[in-house]
């Protein structure tokens, strides 16, 4: 399995038990679809520095580096932001993930 595949599918099981109480449609927080993410940031690391440093809301800054990472990567593979070949995200590897422009910018 590729390991963008990986780290993606790791991030799935991040993403039901920390992120989807609130973010699935019709509960409190915005769905986290590719206009929405695509609107406000630019790129996977601005959306990594968002989610490290504000989510989960009310306690943020409890998940683990690679946790946000990881989750990251799903949310990008679901709104098909994340081109199959791209490489697992790290710090290094996510300035090269830029989104195409949204309504917004
Ligand atoms: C307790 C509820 C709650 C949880 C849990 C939560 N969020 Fe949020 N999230 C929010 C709210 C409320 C906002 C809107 C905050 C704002 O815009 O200031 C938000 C906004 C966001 C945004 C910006 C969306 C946009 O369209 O502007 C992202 C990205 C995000 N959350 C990701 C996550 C991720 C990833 C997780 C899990 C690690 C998570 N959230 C967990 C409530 C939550």
Redesign the pocket.
Known sequence: MPPQRQQSDYGAG??RY??A???TPGR???P?GAD??TA?FAGAAE?ER??ANA????RPRT?AAGDNWA?TAY?LRQDRLLPRSAAELTPATAARVRFPRGAAR
């Open positions: 991040i993403y920390e992120c109480s609130c973010h409190v927080a915005p986290l929405a993410i406000r959306l968002y989610i989510m989960p809301y009310g998940l989750v949310i």
